[in-house]
T-cell receptor, first 113, second 114 residues
Framework: AQSVTQPDIHITVSEGASLELRCNYSYGATPYLFWYVQSPGQGLQLLLKYFSGDTLVQGIKGFEAEFKRSQSSFNLRKPSVHWSDAAEYFCAVGPHNTDKLIFGTGTRLQVFP | EPEVTQTPSHQVTQMGQEVILRCVPISNHLYFYWYRQILGQKVEFLVSFYNNEISEKSEIFDDQFSVERPDGSNFTLKIRSTKLEDSAMYFC????????????FGQGTRLTVV
């Protein structure tokens, strides 16, 4: 069955530190891959997406993600975290044979000044 | 920038009552979705809707749920007889096309069943 795993439920970093949020998926082929962010009281905002091609994708707010087929991973990174990045981050996959998104359980990011 | 709009932002209802959650998708989008997120759990797909009919639904989307696009702009989710376990954040989403496009989500409606 298709699934998404975000192994880190909660991550705390200091402002200015680098960040990597992990995402692994289970799917028979390469799915479409997404990272969404949910700030408190807000909806889900798309950070970036991977459909094909270059495995390093750039998104909004200085985020990037790298697709690694061999590891079935799509980890999100940011070189220097800002206090405003505190939010919940969701990795999602979009299998090619269906119209729905399958989400991970999310990683809550806390940023200390 | 166009956005998906959901109303109300928070709804409290008594168990057994009917609720209708409303969404206005982005105007040139053709594919519409409802997802829900029970507190502390992952976002789960409920249903997709295209060309005035359901194209896919999850096992969560039983006979108590229905969707409708009544007037060409609104997209609604109706729960006929709410249960305590229906308490969740409900997200509406829309996409312009299938395939290589992303879904845009609304800010959600928090439904509390008491």
């Amino acid at each position: 069955a298709q699934s998404v795993t975000q192994p880190d439920i909660h991550i705390t970093v200091s402002e200015g530190a680098s960040l990597e949020l992990r995402c692994n998926y289970s799917y028979g082929a390469t799915p479409y891959l997404f990272w969404y962010v949910q700030s408190p009281g807000q909806g889900l905002q798309l950070l970036l997406k991977y459909f094909s091609g270059d495995t390093l994708v750039q998104g909004i707010k200085g985020f990037e993600a790298e697709f690694k087929r061999s590891q079935s991973s799509f980890n999100l990174r940011k070189p220097s975290v800002h206090w405003s990045d505190a939010a919940e981050y969701f990795c999602a996959v979009g299998p090619h044979n269906t119209d729905k998104l399958i989400f991970g359980t999310g990683t809550r990011l806390q940023v200390f000044p | 920038e166009p956005e998906v709009t959901q109303t109300p932002s928070h709804q409290v209802t008594q168990m057994g009552q009917e609720v209708i959650l409303r969404c206005v998708p982005i105007s040139n989008h053709l594919y519409f979705y409802w997802y829900r997120q029970i507190l502390g759990q992952k976002v789960e797909f409920l249903v997709s809707f295209y060309n005035n009919e359901i194209s896919e639904k999850s096992e969560i989307f039983d006979d108590q749920f229905s969707v409708e696009r009544p007037d060409g702009s609104n997209f609604t989710l109706k729960i006929r007889s709410t249960k305590l376990e229906d308490s969740a954040m409900y997200f509406c989403a829309s996409r312009r096309t299938q395939g290589l496009t992303e879904a845009f989500f609304g800010q959600g409606t928090r439904l509390t069943v008491v």
